[in-house]
């Protein structure tokens, strides 16, 4: 058991190096910059990954632990009716790609996760975004895969276990949700607002 527990915090410490680090600081700073002016946040990814889409929509539509407004953020993942028909209808490879293209206007990001980073509907998702002029946040392992090309804030790591991968992009995830809302909203310090 210990040696395990100190393997994943090896895996950690070696994931959340400098470089790494400021590529938080900067996607921390264009999700603020962008929910500031107005602008929403979509996010998909696969399996666990779409699990992951869902926690950090509901972090910014609810709350981190700040008692705030809520912050327009969507998971594409979210939709029996949408996901089944259209990839029923035409196929899955686009089942994202088609949500981007129904909500989103220039300026608002897409938020792209895939352990892989080779999730075809994920890149797929990734190139319309691209093409309607959205900002692109990619969170990958295996050094950010196929999502390299289409990605303006890379958060990619060279891990290529899931679990580890899915580890990391927790606690990423969590210190973006924890700044942005921070940025936003703190006034007279953390400490008062915080929700109990």
Known sequence: MNYWIQHRLNCLEEAFNPKYCRALEHT?????????????????????????AQHIA?????????????????????????LTAWSND?????????????????????WGISTSGKSAN????????KD????TIGMAGNNGGML??????PLFVSEYHTP?????HLISYHRICEQVE???????????????
């Open 122 to 129: 994920v890149v797929r998702a990734m190139e319309m975004a």
């Open 164 to 168: 580890y991968i899915q580890e990391i």
């Open 58 to 82: 509901a972090e910014f539509v609810g709350r981190f632990q700040l008692h705030r407004k809520g912050l327009p953020a969507i998971a594409l993942g979210t939709n029996p009716a949408t």
């Open 28 to 52: 921390i700073g264009i999700v603020a910059r962008q929910f500031k002016a107005g602008n929403k946040l979509l996010i998909c990814g696969n399996g666990g990954s779409a699990a992951d």
């Open 90 to 110: 035409y196929e899955f490879e686009t089942v994202f790609a088609r949500q981007v293209e129904a909500f989103a206007q220039p300026g608002d990001i897409l």
């Open 182 to 196: 921070a940025q936003l909203f703190a006034k007279a310090g953390l400490e008062a607002q915080i929700a109990v």
């Open 132 to 135: 309607l002029g959205l900002v």
């Open 148 to 153: 390299k090309d289409l990605t303006d804030y």
